[in-house]
């Protein structure tokens, strides 16, 4: 991912910049770049764990694998709750990185109803779990419990990457109980994926193989996935980090995007084959319909208010990828948007607050 995905919000304060009395020149710019790592590496090796997770709630559903939870606020304006739906292999508290900078938290300021589904941790006993159960079983009783703790028919789902799959794919076959859908990062058409599309599709036989030996996708695939995809990304993150590193406020939000990055959790072994052949492989969704567990999906029955939103620099789900989504669904109120950031800083980077959080809390409140 880009540099920019992953510089969080700064501001100025005491530890903002170098010490100003280390003189001018070339040797004063060396003395504060040395300074600053000298800062930032202490920063990196001395300090506690980041502030992740902080925003309260409480749980209002547990049942197999998944919870769900309602986030704490103070004031419920608007009428239809939202469900914060993760993608497979991630932990939502992506949703809620670190206190001021969080989505969930946002949302909650601007008076919504606020819930999140948390899929678990998989282990090898869990290798059998298949997209349709997340389709079919465990995002659907998360509706079902988002509707009985606020009492309100209709929920709006928010999914991101692959829990916007969940998310779309939900809508289609229960449209009754989803107000409005809202996607972020999802892959439309994953023949436009690039480098990802490729190799999945040229090894695929062999990628079927080495799940079937190891029963389950290790938790540091999708962020391998995401260097692989953008290797410039990669080394620019690290220069970024030598560059900037004597500021506290990007220190603070790059500790705790690491922290989110390096906590990921295994994916089902027949979930991920399943994804590969049927939407990677298969690239169903372009097709209008999609065949999960004897059941045919018609995206054509999305009817409820849709937002899809892409990261301009995502090297997963491209801005073409993407786009397309707006064809496939029956809904007449539909709106496609490209947004500053890639695959994680279009929900966590620094430019989120002000372009992917408002635009979505602005195109939800007239239809909550």
């Not at 695929?204 to 079937?212: G, K, M, N, V, Y």
């Amino acid at each position: 991912m880009s540099t920019a995905e992953v510089r969080l919000t700064t501001q100025t304060g005491p530890d903002r910049r170098p010490d100003a009395t280390v003189g001018g020149g070339f040797r004063g710019h060396l003395n504060r770049l040395v300074q600053g790592l000298e800062r930032g590496m202490r920063f990196f090796t001395e300090s506690p764990p980041p502030e992740v997770d902080r925003t309260p709630r409480e749980q209002v559903e547990c049942f197999d694998l998944v919870t769900v939870s309602r986030f704490q606020g103070s004031t419920r304006r608007h009428r239809t709750p939202v469900l914060l739906v993760p993608a497979l292999m991630i932990k939502p508290y992506l949703f809620d990185l670190r206190p001021g900078h969080s989505l969930a938290e946002s949302l909650l300021e601007r008076g919504f109803d606020v819930f999140v589904v948390d899929f678990g941790v998989p282990d090898e006993a869990d290798a059998h779990l298949r997209i349709s159960d997340y389709v079919f079983s465990f995002l659907p009783r998360a509706l079902e419990a988002v509707t009985r703790a606020s009492g309100q028919p209709a929920v709006t789902l928010l999914g991101y990457c692959t829990g916007g799959l969940f998310a779309l794919l939900c809508a289609a076959s229960r449209q009754s109980q989803v107000a409005n859908l809202v996607l972020l990062a999802c892959p439309m058409d994953y023949e436009k994926m690039g480098v990802i599309s490729f190799i999945t599709r040229r090894y695929q036989r062999q990628l079927h193989a080495l799940l079937d030996r190891l029963g389950y996708v290790p938790g540091f695939v999708p962020s391998l996935a995401v260097d692989v995809a953008d290797p410039l990304g990669g080394l620019t993150r690290y220069s970024d980090l030598f560059l900037s590193v004597w500021d506290h406020e990007y220190r603070k939000g790059r500790q705790a995007l690491n922290h989110w990055l390096h906590d990921l959790v295994p994916g089902p072994r027949d979930a991920w084959k399943e994804f590969l052949d049927t939407f990677v492989v298969g690239n169903a969704l372009v097709e209008g319909r999609v065949e999960l567990a004897g059941r045919t999906l018609h995206l054509e029955e999305v009817r409820c208010p849709l937002l899809a939103l892409a990261g301009k620099r995502d090297p997963i789900a491209t801005e073409a990828s993407t786009r397309e989504i707006v064809d496939l669904v029956g809904s007449p109120d539909r709106t496609f948007q490209v947004v500053p950031g890639g695959h994680v800083g279009i929900v966590a980077g620094s430019s989120a607050p002000q372009t992917t959080w408002r635009l979505v809390e602005d195109w939800l409140e007239p239809r909550s």
